[in-house]
């Protein structure tokens, strides 16, 4: 250590390595450089962020960051990536869009696709209303149940979905109208129609005056024993299921100043493939009716039906 | 190992990598050489021959008799077919394999290190190759340090072409297992084969080359965590190749030995047992980790003391405890008695239990099975009519190579009827028939109907196979209903 602290080319004895020159009470740094492949490293590291920074979106400016030369977005990605799925499912929509829906069922390879689909599509723009379940709510009808509005095979699901119901703008929209009863009653006797009408379902005691005002009133629609009619939507009242409630109050609200509820129609925003796939899906929720057995391979025989 | 340093204190040594020592070992012959071989042939053969092994299953199922078909998520062996969810016997196996690895140290020590172990094997095998193109050690040595020339060039690259056919075999022969070996040959040659056929032999031929060609010993030494695990697994009873030093020392040629009688022991530091080592180490230094316990040494030295008339095993398969026994006086015992060891029979125990346990449970398995899972969204549905459905996702396999017809049933839940997502609910009844397809499992949406006012309950699905003989199997599910239990 007799060496000149100053002179650079200074050697530690111990391990032959030169001092940097700086010393810290009496602690000095030799001159151990990074490793050269290391530093090579770190300069192509470099150099390829510079380079990604050119090629892709990157520098942020006033409105939004550089585009880059590639011309890549997150955004155009995403829309290839569809573009590729929606290519992979051509061949299913291809083969829906040329069956009938009333043919479907005798295709149950198509069919099961169908439903697959279907399901997809019904969480996307279904499930606001009708529930993630499709087990509907107050007001919002039960698609799972055997209770239909307006039918409810494959083709007249299809046509509800297609058009809506009471959809302002579309012709083909179905549509009923419940009168408001407002005024038209007074207490005795709307009692005793709600009571008549509870009665249709044996929950309730009917009386002549209720009978009677439900023949004069009600009847025409919704048929003399409650039954209904789906020609023009007028609910069942003879059955356990209530769209909106089955108490006396609820009834009551419904007669006199009845709600009505919306299902927008859907041919102008879904593609018919989509919209059969939906009503696929609606009919094997297990109240799908005129169920047509598939005809391929026909697997199906039930025996004892006597069992236990 | 280390030796110790003569460098001056402060000293920084100018590498602190020491470069790996080419093994060069030479050519022996011998009771345990060809014992060996014999193992060498076996297992290549297996390796390379199991996927060529046909086997009828009928027409529904693959002819090869031990395929992995990942694709249809089946593992076929011989007769023996397992289901994805069947796979503990593939965990059973394993952990037979694993306590087999236990048993046989327990009783050979590092035996399937020294003869079964692939990287013995490809080693063995890539070292042979050597020897064949290069010649004996000795030649190998000088070829080695020969300069760079024309003939060491082509040498060298005949030699890896050799290598390299041996790995693209070896990776090529591992693809078979998982598809139908001709069809997959014929795919693979035509360019057809699925891109992981080719990246699964690209990689297992590098890694064949570069283990086998070059790594060999470094890998035993090295990468492989067993050697460290057996180190911990040996003990005083464990068959250890071992150099009985209190015969052999101290070293020392036949002509010092004449001269001085007495003085020196059987050892005669002829190195034989160093230049047949595959792992390049010295067995007199004691047990170590880089001995596989290949016995080759114990080849060379036997046919050393035959030549110059000492008694053979100074080199030699023995237990610590026999050592000991043997250095103060005694006499040797016979071999069988490395089995009197109660970790060797606890082990032995563990391992045929397990292989019995496994083999009835492979022997009384069902292939027919029905699992059932409620829908919970929503739980139940309220019929026009005042009756409750459930929905259920049933899951029929059918485990066996022909379609089977499988009635199905309702146990419990008086009253209910159901049907499914392909029989109408016109027909719905308590018992529904369905063909299942041949190895295959069906899927099965069913609407499981209850009268009104029926109340939250346990009951099953039952299903019988309408075969002879019938199977069956049940699984129990919940009905929910508004009304509470």
């Known amino acids: 250590m007799a060496n000149d602290p100053s002179s650079k080319n200074r050697i530690d004895e111990a391990t032959g390595t030169e001092f940097v020159g700086h010393e810290w009470d009496g602690i000095e740094e030799l001159n151990t450089p990074l490793p050269r492949w290391w530093l090579w490293t770190f300069y192509i590291c470099i150099a390829w962020a510079l380079a990604y920074t050119v090629a892709y979106p990157a520098w942020p400016m006033i409105s939004q ?47 099961q696709k169908a439903v697959a689909g279907g399901r997809a599509a019904f969480l996307v723009n279904c499930v606001q209303c009708h529930g993630s379940g499709a087990a509907g709510s107050p007001g919002y009808p039960n698609l799972n149940d055997d209770d239909w509005l307006w039918g409810g095979d494959l083709a007249t699901i299809e046509t509800t979905l297609k058009h809506g119901i009471r959809q302002p703008g579309d012709d083909m929209t179905r549509f009923s109208a419940m009168p408001a009863f407002a005024g038209m009653f007074d207490t005795a006797q709307l009692d005793a129609l709600t009571e ?18 439900y023949a004069d009133n009600c009847a025409i629609c919704h048929g003399p024993a409650g ?28 007669i006199l100043q009845p709600r009505m509820g919306v299902m927008p129609s859907w041919s102008g925003r879904l593609d018919p493939a989509t919209i059969k796939m939906l009503a696929a899906y609606v009919h094997s929720l297990g109240g799908g009716e005129d169920f047509a057995e598939a005809q391929v391979e026909a697997p199906v025989t039930p025996v004892d039906e006597q069992a236990e | 190992m280390n030796k110790p340093s003569k460098l001056p204190a402060g000293h920084v040594p100018e590498k602190l990598y020491e470069a790996r020592k080419a093994v060069h070992n030479k050519r022996i012959d011998g009771p345990f050489r060809r014992f060996k071989w014999f193992v060498m042939v076996v297992t290549l053969a297996i390796y390379y021959g199991t996927p060529w092994i046909r086997w009828d299953r009928g027409p529904y199922s693959p002819d ?3 395929l992995i078909d990942l694709a249809g998520r089946r593992f076929y062996m011989f007769n023996i077919e397992i289901w994805p969810h069947e796979f503990y016997f593939v965990a059973g196996l394993l952990i037979m394999a694993g306590i087999g690895l236990f048993l046989i140290t327990s009783v050979v020590g590092r035996a399937w290190c020294g003869y079964a172990c692939p990287q013995t094997v490809w080693t063995d095998l890539f070292q042979h190759v050597d020897r064949f193109i290069d010649g004996d050690r000795n030649a190998r040595m000088r070829l080695d340090a020969a300069p760079w020339g024309p003939q060491k060039i082509a040498r060298r690259g005949f030699k890896w072409l050799i290598y390299l056919t041996i790995a693209f075999w070896t990776g090529g022969a591992w693809i078979m297992y998982f598809a139908d070996a001709p069809t997959l040959v014929r795919e693979f040659w035509a360019g057809d084969a699925a891109p992981v056929a080719y990246a699964t032999v690209a990689v297992l031929t590098l890694t064949t080359f570069a283990m086998g060609g070059f790594m060999r010993e470094q890998v035993c030494i090295y990468m492989c965590p067993w050697p460290r695990i057996q180190s911990a697994m040996l003990d005083e009873k464990s068959l250890l190749v071992t150099y009985k030093d209190w015969r052999g020392e101290p070293r020392g040629s036949i002509k010092k030995a004449e001269k001085n009688p007495g003085e020196y022991g059987d050892c005669i530091d002829c190195m034989q047992c160093v230049a047949v080592c595959p792992t390049g180490i010295d067995i007199r230094e004691g047990p170590q980790i880089g001995c596989i316990t290949c016995a080759l040494c114990i080849d060379a030295c036997d046919r050393v003391m035959k030549d110059i008339g000492r008694p053979r095993g100074l080199i030699d398969y023995a237990t610590l405890e026999d050592c000991e026994r043997e250095a103060a006086g005694e006499q040797p015992r016979p071999a069988w008695h490395v089995l009197k060891h109660p970790r060797t029979i606890a082990y032995f125990l563990i391992w045929g239990s397990l292989g019995i346990a496994l083999l009835f449970l492979l022997g009384t398995r069902d292939h027919t099975s029905l699992t059932v899972s409620p829908d919970r969204n929503p ?29 199905v049933s309702l146990e419990g839940l008086p009253g209910a009827v159901f049907w499914t997502d392909t029989i109408s609910s016109d027909q719905a009844a308590r018992t529904q028939t369905f063909t299942v397809k041949a190895d295959e499992t069906q899927v099965i949406r069913a609407y499981v109907m209850a009268p009104d006012g029926t109340a939250q309950q346990e009951f099953s699905f039952k299903v019988t196979t309408l075969d002879d003989p019938p199977e069956s199997d049940d699984n129990e599910t919940r009905f929910t209903s508004p009304i509470g239990e």
């Open chain 1, 227 to 254: 039954e209904g009619d789906r020609m023009q939507g007028a609910p069942r009242l003879n059955d356990a299921i209530w769209l909106r409630g089955s108490t006396k109050a609820d009834i009551q609200q419904q």
């Open chain 1, 65 to 111: 960051a550089t585009e880059g030369m590639m011309g890549w977005t997150s955004r155009g990605q995403l829309a290839n990536e569809m573009e590729d799925a929606d290519l992979a499912r051509k061949e299913v929509r291809d083969q829906l869009a040329a069956t009938d829906i009333s043919n479907l069922q005798g295709n149950p390879d198509l069919m």
């Open chain 2, 64 to 66: 090869q008799a031990v």
């Open chain 2, 379 to 407: 739980p139940y549905m309220l019929m026009s009519d005042g009756s409750i459905r459930n929905s259920y996702t049933l899951k029929l396999r059918n485990m066996v190579g022909r379609p089977r017809d499988m009635e």
């Open chain 1, 196 to 213: 008549h009408v509870l009665s249709l379902s044996g929950k309730g005691q009917t009386s002549p005056a209720g009978a009677q005002a």
